[in-house]
């Protein structure tokens, strides 16, 4: 019964912004000035200020329990496109009092597109600490065959901060 919007939707809501606007370099770090968040084209990836962006602008308005679906590919490196628009993935995060409960996704199972996405995060690397090395083990099995799969973390310290009312995990 919870709320479901996706992160277009929020994004346009809240910081009159589209995500595909975003995706465009010069409009992201442009909106990511505008908004004082002390990073740039040469600090950091596309992929980090839209995670940032989101952060700012979006999270705090979530108070109520909300699924943020459509995440893009730049921040789901092992989900599954969407076949409607493959900019897209088939991912959801919960929130409930701006903070995040749970992330889920489709995996990833085309060993082409992960390899793909493996190099893109390499080619930024000097920007991105978060960069997932290609990993030729994996890619291999998925070259030799994966199911459908899916999974969902759900964070017990996080249930646990909305419970106690706590703003950090330290806390």
């Known amino acids: 019964p919870f709320r479901r919007a ?49 952060d700012v602008t979006v999270l705090p308005h979530l108070e109520q329990p909300t699924f943020m679906t459509d995440y893009p590919i730049e921040l789901s490196p092992l989900a599954k496109r969407q076949e409607s628009n493959p900019n897209l993935t088939y991912r959801f995060e919960f929130f409930v009092c701006g903070s995040e409960i749970a992330n889920a996704f489709s995996e990833l199972n085309d060993p082409d597109d992960q390899r793909s996405r493996f190099e893109a995060q390499q080619a930024q690397k000097d920007l991105d600490d978060e960069a997932h090395p290609i990993d030729e083990d994996f890619v291999n099995a998925l070259e030799h065959g994966m199911p459908p799969t899916g999974g969902i973390g759900i964070g017990i310290d996080r249930l646990v901060m909305l419970l106690s009312g706590q703003q950090s995990i330290r806390d």
């Open 6 to 54: 996706s992160m277009d939707e929020l994004l346009r809501t809240h910081a009159n912004v589209s995500l595909e606007e975003l995706r465009d370099s010069d409009t992201c770090f442009k909106k990511a000035a505008e908004l004082k968040l002390g990073i740039t084209a040469q600090t950091t990836t596309v992929a980090h200020a839209i995670d940032k962006i989101v």
